[in-house]
């Protein structure tokens, strides 16, 4: 199946730094990526949907000006947490979306990057 | 709006059991639908998905089928193994202007050897 890959899986930071998380897909190109947020033994948290080459479309709730978006080609999609804070932790997951055969779409998965703010 | 529905956790069974993870879903129109598996510290891994009524999906010992009638999509394994302990997520997934998943909760299980 379609691998997506994340970097970094692990990152600590010191509170009012930024971190950059980067979401690529390894052997296909996808149009859309989402970046999903979960919180220890909750489900997942749509934060928003990144369009390559267009602005990310962010869900109601979530600072568009906290967490940038970018999404500069077809395989890279990167989320920026900026000025981060202990409340900021989490782990963020993205992942692509998959157009097979005109069937409705697949999502694959990245593994994760789990972010703690001291 | 769209929602998922699944049965509350932790469900654990012994080695060999017969496993059943409830899910129901409400949405309008004719989504797809999925269940992902969750390993402690991974992200979620596609364990099946159907994408019309009465489809079934299956992948290593696991089965799903979509019933519309009964709005359901419930996870079964014949006989579980130490190794599938993880959690589960249930998914629905439709286009309707913009692309979007919903998941349910969730569902922990424990199998003991």
């Known amino acids: 199946g379609a691998v997506v890959s994340q970097h970094p899986s692990w990152v600590i930071c010191k509170s009012g730094t930024s971190v950059k998380i980067e979401c690529r897909s390894l052997d296909f190109q996808a149009t859309t990526m989402f970046w999903y947020r979960q919180f220890p033994k909750q489900s997942l948290m749509l934060m928003a949907t990144s369009n390559e080459g267009s602005k990310a479309t962010y869900e109601q709730g979530v600072e568009k000006d906290k967490f940038l978006i970018n999404h500069a080609s077809l395989t890279l999609s990167t989320l920026t947490v900026t000025s981060a804070h202990p409340e900021d932790s989490s782990f963020y997951i993205c992942?692509?979306?998959?157009?097979?055969?005109?069937?409705?779409?697949?999502?694959?998965f990245g593994p994760g990057t789990r972010l703690l703010v001291l | 709006g769209d929602s998922v529905t699944q049965m509350e956790g932790p469900v654990t069974l012994s080695e060999e059991a017969f496993l059943t993870i409830n899910c129901t879903y409400t949405?309008?129109?004719?989504?797809?639908l999925f269940w992902y598996v969750q390993y402690p510290g991974e992200g979620l891994q596609l364990l099946l998905k159907a994408t019309k009524a009465d489809d079934k999906g299956s992948n290593k010992g696991f089965e799903a089928t979509y019933r519309k009638e009964t709005t359901s999509f419930h996870l079964e394994k014949g006989s579980v193994q130490v190794s599938d302990s993880a959690v589960y997520f249930c998914?629905?997934?439709?286009?309707?202007?913009?692309?979007?998943?919903?998941f349910g909760a969730g569902t922990r299980l424990f199998v003991k050897a």
């Open positions: 949405a309008t129109g004719y989504p797809s």
């Open positions: 998914a629905l997934s439709r286009y309707t202007g913009g692309f979007k998943t919903i």
């Open positions: 992942s692509a979306r998959v157009v097979q055969g005109g069937e409705l779409e697949t999502q694959y």
